[in-house]
């Protein structure tokens, strides 16, 4: 992975100026530290093996490799039909119980348009965006206000930008519920086992007491593969690097107007709507 | 000292042990939510925090009212408060072990609570509440302890604890204030957004825990001898009149800015709480209650006269009780979780299990502060009787 002269000067001068130095600097300074730092194991890595079981610290060669990654949704091509495609797959691969009433569990979900857009929503807008349902999810904020609260770093954010959870070092406080501008989070209040229909043996359950959300995948992008959701939306969801000029998704926002969850928060949200 | 505690009457016996069979039972509550879970709360995806963390936030203002006395006595020499200094401190120490239990029972994992200092993570604030917390906890356990046991040997306290009573006032300041900062500083929840947080919290601490000392003094002065004289009541009531009009300040600046201002993620959750939201409006009633205890105590504790009635003073320091309870222990957490960031409305209330629980640890705190208290006013006595 190389970092282009521009941007190496520009990324350097801006950590220097933020007084980042260190580790920060350090690391773009020399591209291959990152590689280096790209192969130790997270956390969740460590706890959750890849789907073919290799728990081994050599990361897969065929694994995706981004920089940051995010996900386009287009909601010209998401039909209801699609849109349930994908929220029943993440669902199934990841045993996220369906369980009834205020206390559920949401990876991903639809809204329509004034509540995933509240204060921006356009009363004349067309007809065909303000009536559809939007899907949600977590946004995988380049600076999440949900990793800054949370007491005990079982909210963090990886290299490649997904925001991950560690299901064994949470303790259950929610901050990070509040913290989320989204209401991306859920947290289990009872067992949610009783509640996962049929179970996917490969993907662990979780217990009572911890928070959980989407988490882009992360171990299918471990094996080389998308995301469930952009795999099952029929080309509707595109999941890509935004950091790469190259990729399809940056060159579906080169051509077509997006739009992003509450933007003004400065959160980044790394999930685009093609309006 | 602490064997002062093992004797005393038939009342006092029964009280404790009227409140150890609350305590059992709020346990033995708290053992079904750690089996089933926070399911049997009240509490939702929308309003994923609810009546402990409510209970915390406004404990944490009672502990940090202790300082409303330590500061004009050890600072200014105000020699009235001489007799009830100690009766501060011991009341901040039961509010802060109330504190710490409240966010224990709100632990979805509490047998993981020792991660917050296996990993301790500086850019959380919740990490930092810990640290004050705990500091604040120990700071008046020693001031307090040590200065009843020298004044217990007829001896000067000893020089260093000057230093760590000194310490206990910016730390008093402190531990509201990182409570505020819990919610001051999350974007997209309009309602806690506002750099007033912390002085809010701070006005309503210093007007409810001086409230809770004077009713405490009527209490301790009814059932022991003891005394913190009519002067000590005084000032401590003109304290809770100043802090409880800038209270009610506060709100109206608050009120002015999201009203003014007209921007809908602000204005939605007072509008929530003081008018309803689209048909929802359970906490309507209590916030005008809050708002007409604030006000009626605001006139009686103006007025010179109503405010030395020694009849009329417990009541205003009741009402005041009232109005800063339901606003900090309901409508704060609420108000910040109604609408939910999709601007749907999902409701509060908490369940019975939950009340018990909540009931249990109050009933905790009473116990060890009536223990503080024994101590104290048994060491009290003795002096007086030489
Ligand atoms: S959407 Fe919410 S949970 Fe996801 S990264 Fe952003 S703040 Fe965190
Ligand atoms: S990226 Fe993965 S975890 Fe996230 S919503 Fe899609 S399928 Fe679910």
Redesign the pocket.
Known sequence: MGVDRRKFLKLAGVSAALGLGGTAGFQLLKPGSLDAAERMPTPYQMVFPSEQGNSDVTPNPERLKGRRWG?LIDMRKLTPAKAQA??E???Y??N?PKIPGKQEIK??WTAPYPNVFPETENRWADPDIKNAQF?T??NHCNNPPCVRVCPTKATFQREDGVVMMDMHRCIGCRFCMAGCPYGSRSFNFRDPRPFIKKEYPLYPTRTKGVVE?????TE?LAVGKL??????SGGA?V?GDVDDAGSELRQLLRKRYSIRRKPNLGTDPQVYYLV | MLEKALSGSKLYWTWLIALLVVVGAGFGAYLVQYNKGLMITGMSRDVSWGFYIAQFTFLVGVAASAVMLVLPYYLHHYKTFGRITILGEFLAIASVIMCILFITVDLGKPSRILNVMIHPTPNSILFWDMIVLNGYLIINLVAGWVTLESERKNVPPPGWIKFVIYLSIPWAVSIHTVTAFLYAGLPGRGFWLTAIMAPRFLASAFAAGPAVLILLGYLVKKLTRFDAGREAFETLAKIVCYAIILHIFFFLLEVFTVAYSAIPSHTSHLQYLYFGLHGHSMLVPWVWTALACGLTAIVLLVNPRTRQNPTILPIACVLVFICTWIDKGMAMISGGFVPNPLHEITEYSPTGLELMITIGVYAAGMLVLTILYKVALGVKAEEEAV
Request: aromatic share 18%; proline share 4%.
């Open positions: 996900m994908a929220i797959a993440c669902n691969y990841h996220v990876w991903i899907i999810m977590c959300k989407c988490t882009f995948c299918r995301p469930y959701c952009s795999e099952a969801m999941f």
